[in-house]
């Protein structure tokens, strides 16, 4: 038989979840997000279950993101099917679930965390990152844009971090992800296993089980270095809070230098629907509720399902033949119009509404 693709225990208290594909870097399958579905909420009511611990396996990712390339080939090979509806849906849902979830939520990110899997990370009460942690958001590369509550939590970094991070796909490591409060703690690969017996033998009952988490990962947690975050966002903010694409672009040449020369290449490989799109999400979601902002962003993912969007040339280019020559429409800034952006952001007819 095949292993499962994730794996659930419950061990001297705590719920522990492995995401099990480390060949595919423990990229996000509709499977894993169903038995997710299916376990979670039975492990909330558990008292037995003080909090939840995820991990990845293997010695890579945490987890690099959602299964996009298995995502495209279902929705190529069965075009009528459901998956481009039940994908996002369940995956939504998830996120808010952990988002809400009663318990301590603590993420060990030993490796990638990218994309689908930030929203596994980022919404919980504790991410602790290695020295092997590696950060992106780096949907706009795939025609897509920044989901799994992107909207919410880049709307909230430091001045234009969010913006910045999220049209360029910009990595970052422990020491920036601690700066900028992605996760909240730099703990070594070496001492992981020492931690969790740590929060197995503790007693985190109680309306301050938080605080008792935090305390325990204070003791094991250490220095992860200097940041190269704090100095580079004056030119973050002078150029990244510009009202729209096409001023981002003029202000980047106005900087010149080594770094906007950089970051103005990376914005003219990507797919410009997609970064206007991902502007506008952004603004919309930076003061919406986070039920409000996965509403927002499940019609923006409907949008992009449909048939010609960039999404299935990004993967196409990027994943599928590897070209790396995807052939956006429109190709150019100029060419997206606000009509275009707006479309992604009206009512579908399956809404994701949450109670």
Same mark, same amino acid.
């Given at each position: 038989?095949?292993? !499962?693709?994730?794996?659930?225990?419950?061990?001297?208290?705590?719920? +522990?979840?492995?995401?099990?594909?480390?060949? !595919?870097?423990?990229?996000?399958?509709?499977?894993?997000?169903?038995?997710?579905?299916?376990?979670?909420?039975?492990?909330?009511?558990?008292?037995?279950?003080?909090? +939840?611990?995820?991990?990845? !396996?293997? /010695?890579?990712?945490?987890?690099?993101?959602?299964?996009?390339?298995?995502?495209?080939?279902?929705?190529?090979?069965?075009?009528?099917?459901?998956?481009? =509806? /039940?994908?996002f849906r369940d995956e939504y849902i998830v996120n808010r679930r952990i988002y809400r979830f009663a318990k301590p939520w603590i993420s060990m990110i030993d490796g990638i965390d990218m994309g689908g899997g930030v929203g596994?990370? +980022?919404?919980?009460?504790?991410?602790?990152?290695?020295?092997?942690?590696?950060?992106?958001?780096?949907?706009?590369?795939?025609?897509?844009?920044?989901? +799994?509550?992107?909207?919410?939590?880049?709307s909230r970094l430091p001045g234009a971090l969010g913006t910045f991070l999220a049209l360029t796909s910009h990595r970052l490591k422990a020491a920036d992800a601690v700066w900028a409060g992605i996760v909240q703690a730099h703990v070594p690969s070496a001492k992981l296993g020492e931690l969790q017996a740590a929060l197995a033998a503790a007693d985190l009952s109680g309306p301050d089980g938080n605080r008792k988490v935090d305390k325990i990962v204070g003791r094991f947690a250490e220095d992860p270095g200097v940041p190269a975050l704090p100095a580079l966002m004056q030119d973050i903010d002078r150029c990244f809070s510009a009202e729209s694409l096409s001023e981002?672009? !003029?202000?980047?040449?106005? =900087?010149?230098?080594?770094?906007? /020369? =950089?970051?103005?290449?990376?914005?003219?490989?990507?797919?410009?629907?997609?970064?206007?799109?991902?502007?506008e999400q952004l603004r919309r979601c930076a003061n919406r509720s986070f039920e409000d902002t996965m509403t927002i962003e499940y019609r923006m993912s409907q949008r992009c399902m449909q048939e010609g969007h960039d999404f299935f040339e990004g993967v196409r280019a990027l994943l599928i033949d590897k070209d790396q020559k995807p052939k956006w429409n429109p190709s150019n800034i100029e060419g997206v119009t606000q009509a275009m952006v707006d479309e992604h952001f009206k009512p579908v007819s399956n809404d994701l509404f949450f109670d």
């Open positions: 038989m095949a292993e !499962a693709e994730i794996l659930f225990e419950v061990k001297d208290g705590l719920g +522990v979840i492995t995401l099990n594909r480390p060949k !595919a870097l423990n990229s996000l399958s509709h499977r894993m997000i169903l038995e997710m579905e299916r376990v979670l909420p039975r492990w909330e009511k558990d008292d037995a279950i003080k909090a +939840v611990i995820l991990r990845g !396996a293997g /010695d890579r990712a945490f987890c690099a993101g959602g299964d996009v390339t298995g995502l495209y080939r279902e929705m190529r090979d069965n075009p009528s099917g459901t998956t481009r =509806r /039940d994908f596994l990370s +980022v919404h919980g009460t504790h991410s602790i990152a290695t020295e092997k942690f590696l950060f992106a958001m780096p949907e706009t590369t795939i025609g897509l844009f920044p989901d +799994v509550g992107g909207g919410y939590f880049l981002i672009v !003029a202000k980047l040449k106005k =900087r010149h230098g080594e770094w906007a /020369d =950089r970051q103005l290449a990376a914005l003219m490989k990507l797919s410009p629907t997609s970064m206007a799109i991902t502007l």
